[in-house]
């Protein structure tokens, strides 16, 4: 079946524009993460979606980020004013989150690559 | 929130048996741990997740100590192809909102020779 999909692949964008991420996760996931991975480091925690629950915005880095979930499914991730710190891979996952307790293994898309010049 | 330590780097050769270990003191009851791997342009993929003793899939074998402050991925007879970086993580994001347990840190990268 299709998996999670993001979009673009590649941005560029130059320094104090707006860019919008776009991810569709896997259909009947109730969970979504965005995450953020600079070169040769870890990932890092940006957003987490569950559900019609208030979202998770407590590794957004600044309030220049900002997401949402419309309809349960699609996500936008939006940077304004970006910066060249911003330039990172930002990866969307999903979850099917079970009743039973158990952590939900995430299913991760290949990522979108934003290089802020 | 818990917390876990890996080793940044691990080396190895084809057909070997590679163990890494994940330090996660403050486990909660409620805490199950999971195993990633991402290979170099591709997002994190799911190896392999449990709660306590052992767990064996088609790829990887999960174990955890009774204490389970630590868990310790095993992989059999590694190839070329498992040269990657692996994430350990411990806990789950709840239903009521919180990231607990999406901590990935910097992982074990593990490399694998000829």
């Known amino acids: 079946g299709a998996g999670v999909s993001q979009s673009p692949s590649n941005k560029v964008t130059e320094k104090g524009k707006d860019v919008e991420l776009r991810c569709d996760p896997i259909?009947?996931?109730?969970?979504l993460y965005w995450y953020r991975q600079s070169l040769g480091q870890g990932l890092e925690f940006l957003i987490y979606f569950q559900g019609n629950s208030a979202p998770d915005k407590s590794g957004l880095p600044s309030d220049r980020f900002s997401a949402e979930r419309t309809g349960g499914s699609v996500s936008t991730l939006t940077i304004q004013r970006t910066q060249q710190e911003d330039s990172a891979v930002y990866l969307c996952?999903?979850?099917?989150?079970?009743?039973?307790?158990?952590?939900?293994?995430?299913?991760f898309g290949p990522g979108t690559r934003l290089t802020v010049t | 929130l818990a917390k876990t330590t890996q080793p940044i780097s691990m080396d190895s050769y084809e057909g070997q048996e590679v163990n890494i270990t994940c330090s996660h003191n403050?486990?909660?009851?409620?805490?199950?741990i999971t195993w990633y791997q991402q290979f170099p342009s591709q997002g994190p993929r799911f190896i392999i997740q449990g709660y306590k003793t052992k767990v064996t899939n088609e790829v990887a074998s999960l174990f955890i100590p009774a204490d389970r402050k630590s868990s310790t991925l095993s992989l059999p007879r590694v190839s070329l192809s498992d040269t990657a970086v692996y994430y350990c993580l411990v806990g789950r994001p709840n239903s009521g909102g919180g990231a607990d347990g999406l901590t990935f840190g910097k992982g074990t990268h593990l490399i694998i020779q000829p």
């Open positions: 996952a999903s979850s099917l989150e079970s009743a039973s307790g158990r952590g939900g293994e995430q299913y």
């Open positions: 403050n486990i909660a009851t409620n805490d199950y």
């Open positions: 259909s009947g996931h109730t969970a």
